[in-house]
């Protein structure tokens, strides 16, 4: 496997999106910090472990290669919130959207604002981000239950290129908090890790 260490082009570097709109963004606080452990541990990154936080509008955004965003609730994004999130993906950045529960039906309207002619589309299961490093044949793990609902991975791609992952009816981001927030099994929670690094290795080398 090629170590994502030879990836010069972009600072390793993750962040979480800090938005408008009153949702929980900070929510899941010890996620992040945990899966860029893991991944420094497991699939030869070099991740600054000191997770830093910048507002969809900031051009801090451009310094990421990989954004993380998460809630429960309300998400705004005014038009220069849009255009500056439109601007960074389509110039090689990466936007992972975790549901976090609630979520979705304000995510996908503030996704029209930043991509007006470009749906959410559900990700095939044989798509990369599936099998970058470990194998997912059904596609998006299942890490919490919420109303029983089979999880859902929607992308939008630009030119081809995955840019954004809004994962729904999973919660990836439960299973990376420590172990004691959510009391998932270790099983569980090694399951949403693997995911989460195979994001974050489709983010770094696409």
Not at 100 to 120: A, D, Q, R, S
Not at 148 to 176: C, M, N
Request: hydrophobic letters at 35%; aromatic letters at 12%; glycine letters at 8%.
């Amino acid at each position: 496997m090629m170590s994502l260490t030879s990836n010069s082009v972009l600072a390793q570097d993750v962040a979480v999106l800090k938005y408008k709109g009153g949702g929980d963004w900070y929510s899941n606080p010890t996620a992040l910090p945990n899966l860029v452990k893991y991944c420094n541990d497991n699939i030869d990154t070099n991740i600054n472990e000191n997770i830093q936080t910048v507002e969809v509008g900031s051009t801090d955004i451009f310094q990421f290669p990989l954004l993380h965003m998460t809630g429960h609730g309300n998400v705004f994004f005014d038009d220069g919130d849009a255009e500056n999130l439109r601007k960074y993906l389509i110039s090689g950045g990466f936007l992972h959207i975790d549901d976090n529960y609630g979520m979705e039906p304000y995510i996908t309207k503030e996704l029209k604002k930043v991509f007006p002619n470009n749906e959410l589309k559900e990700i095939p299961k044989d798509h990369e981000i599936f099998n970058s490093v470990y194998t997912f044949t059904n596609g998006l793990p299942k890490i919490h239950e919420h109303d029983g609902k089979a999880s859902q991975a929607f992308g939008i791609f630009h030119e081809g290129r995955l840019v954004l992952l809004f994962t729904f009816e999973s919660d990836l981001g439960d299973g990376w908090e420590d172990q004691e927030v959510h009391n998932d099994p270790e099983d569980v929670r090694e399951k949403a890790l693997k995911m989460g690094a195979n994001i974050v290795k489709y983010a770094f080398e696409n």
